[in-house]
């Protein structure tokens, strides 16, 4: 009996810990967005843009910014060698298992200043309010910033996270390189990361096991649900990963003129032929979920006067539920084998990632919910169809993420916007979430 009184005294114990804590905490969304501001003044495009490209020079400068306000807040500083950036508040116990949250600082061309950096930023604010109100965790408490999420330099999102889980290997890091033929390690090495290999670098950035107890995101919603239906908080319950192809056709070519259709092989209609059968698989599906785009379509050598003797398309499959997203891509790359065949144009289908969905905590959902509630805020379980390091993350350690809503859902694109309001409130249920997690 005596240990469940302990547990039940404990629970009661933090219970009451976490009403203290949320009555003092304060938070300030305009001192949020005047720092999301400065830090969008490091940028190759000229604001309200914002293009950070990793290990380039405005990238650094970001990464010294966040550094500065890490340190500002008191908190302990470590880089690894992928370069991924952590402030650690140390707890009562430094033994048990940390509780983290971040997100990413770099920005695709011509995005906007709250993707991943709110994140990082308000996460940074987050810890800062909490020791204002007088809180001590129990389990250390940090905060990071991520390593390339995006996937701009090296064709390859989550980079740094996918580090941490030991979810990348050698040969596939040594593939990607950038447009000037620059590999990781390179580019790495230049700035003051990295290592003696790309091996080295890898077995430096795995997180050994126990070092965290929970990871938890907070980010933007990227979609209109929360502002549409005016709700405060998006509990994330699954997160949906997306199957990458890069199909490729190949015709013969010729004169638009002295070329008569009945012998024309043209691989530009293949693709185009191809991109309708991408949302006829995944709209066949019925699920909501269920989402397929061709985002990228080349024709060569494209001239008006020349039948297309070479296309490429650029696919993008995502689903929370695995087997459905890999159900699609296998009608998809059917689907180009018959066009092929039919249309008697070569083709090539190389798979670029095929990761797996991740589904959120039950205890990281629960902290989430319990902290909204306990601020009055309204919640909405919901999944999240983009990209996050939170996806990788889940192989780590229990996780979970929070999302505030966005203008009109809109997103990666110079105008993207959330209402101070928005921010001040997702910080605080990150903060007091951390706490309740912290123990």
């Given amino acids: 009996m005596l240990p469940t009184r302990t547990v039940a005294l404990a629970a009661v114990l933090a219970l009451l810990c976490s009403s203290v804590v949320a ?24 604001n ?22 890490m340190s500002a807040a008191g908190l302990i500083i470590r880089e690894d060698a992928a370069g991924n950036i952590f402030g650690r508040w140390e707890g009562s116990d430094p033994k048990a298992g940390a509780v983290l949250t971040g997100s990413h600082c770099d920005a695709i061309p011509l995005a906007g200043m709250y993707d ?11 810890l800062a309010a909490l020791k204002r109100a007088g809180y001590t965790p129990r389990r250390s408490l940090e905060v990071m910033m991520f390593t390339s999420e995006e996937p701009t330099r090296f064709g390859l999102s989550c980079s740094g996270s996918r580090m941490m889980a030991g979810s990348l290997s050698e040969e596939v890091l040594k593939s990607k390189l950038d ?4 590999d990781f ?12 290999s790309l091996q080295d670098i890898l077995d430096k950035t795995r997180v050994p096991a126990g070092r965290y107890e929970y990871f938890v995101e907070l980010h933007i919603e990227q979609g209109p649900l929360l502002e549409q239906e005016q709700v405060d908080i998006g509990v994330v319950t699954a997160i949906a990963a997306p199957a990458a192809l890069n199909v490729e056709f190949y015709g013969d070519g010729g004169h638009a003129g002295a070329l008569l259709m009945p012998h024309r092989n043209d691989a530009g209609l293949a693709a185009a032929e191809l991109a309708l059968e991408v949302e006829r698989h995944t709209l066949a599906t019925g699920a909501i979920d269920s989402v397929g785009t061709t985002g990228v379509f080349e024709i060569k050598p494209g001239a008006v006067n020349s039948v297309p003797r070479e296309a490429r398309l650029g696919i993008d499959v995502r689903d929370i539920d695995g087997p459905r997203r890999d159900e699609i891509v296998a009608r998809i790359k059917a689907s180009a084998e018959e066009i092929a065949k039919r249309r008697k144009v070569r083709h090539k289908v190389t798979l670029i990632n095929q990761d797996p969905p991740a589904t959120c905590s039950e205890d990281v959902l629960r902290a989430v919910s319990d902290s909204a509630h306990e601020l009055s805020l309204s919640t909405k379980h919901m999944v999240s169809r983009a990209y996050h390091d939170s996806l990788f993350m889940a192989r780590v350690a229990p996780t979970g993420m929070i999302f505030i809503p966005c203008r009109n859902g809109w997103s990666h694109r110079p105008d993207e916007y959330a209402h101070p309001d928005h921010i001040a409130n997702g910080v605080k249920v990150l903060a007091l979430t951390m706490a309740r997690l912290s123990g």
């Fill in 116 to 126: 991943g950096t709110l994140g990082v930023i308000g996460a940074i604010e987050g």
């Fill in 48 to 69: 309200p843009a914002v293009t950070r490209i990793l290990f380039t020079p405005n990238d650094m400068l970001a990464r010294s910014y966040v550094k500065e306000l």
């Fill in 23 to 46: 009555s003092k905490l304060s938070i300030s969304g305009d001192k949020i967005v005047d720092q999301l501001t400065k830090l969008a003044t490091f940028t190759d495009d000229a």
């Fill in 185 to 196: 390690l390179a580019a790495a090495n230049t700035v003051g990361y990295g290592g003696s």
């Fill in 179 to 182: 447009e000037n033929g620059t």
